[in-house]
């Protein structure tokens, strides 16, 4: 896999179903926070990632790498359940939603 370091926030989603996001993301927006909450806007085709602080049944706990970095969370049953195919790890670039507090990442 292509590991992304600096450069623009990016999350990438694996072919077994991870979403890993970059030193820049976990930096910016995940500082405090581990877990995060999958949004869907179909219409759109754009997930959002809300980082959040603490667990609940809807939230995912986000890994932090102990090298520093970079973290990542398994997403298999949301894209499953969305039909978001993920057959091969791409890369998405992460713009952030001031007004909902999330990350979008839009999927074409």
């Given at each position: 896999?292509?590991?992304?370091?600096?450069?623009?926030?990016?999350?990438?989603?694996?072919?077994?179903?991870n979403?890993?996001?970059?030193?820049?993301?976990v930096?910016?927006?995940?500082?405090?926070?581990?877990?995060?909450?999958?949004?869907?806007?179909?219409?759109?085709?754009?997930?959002?990632?809300?980082p959040v602080?603490?667990?609940d049944?809807?939230?995912?706990?986000?890994n932090?790498s102990?090298r520093?970095?970079?973290?990542s969370?398994?997403?298999t049953?949301?894209?499953?359940?969305?039909?978001?195919?993920?057959?091969?790890?791409?890369?998405f670039d992460?713009?952030?939603?001031?007004?909902?507090?999330?990350?979008?990442?839009?999927?074409?």
């Amino acid at each position: 896999g292509k590991r992304s370091h600096g450069g623009e926030p990016a999350v990438s989603i694996s072919k077994s179903g991870n979403f890993i996001l970059n030193s820049k993301v976990v930096s910016i927006y995940f500082s405090g926070k581990k877990y995060a909450k999958l949004y869907w806007d179909k219409q759109q085709r754009k997930i959002g990632i809300k980082p959040v602080g603490s667990k609940d049944a809807a939230s995912y706990s986000v890994n932090f790498s102990p090298r520093g970095g970079v973290a990542s969370f398994s997403g298999t049953a949301f894209l499953k359940a969305q039909g978001i195919p993920y057959t091969e790890t791409r890369p998405f670039d992460a713009l952030w939603d001031e007004k909902e507090g999330l990350l979008v990442l839009k999927v074409d």
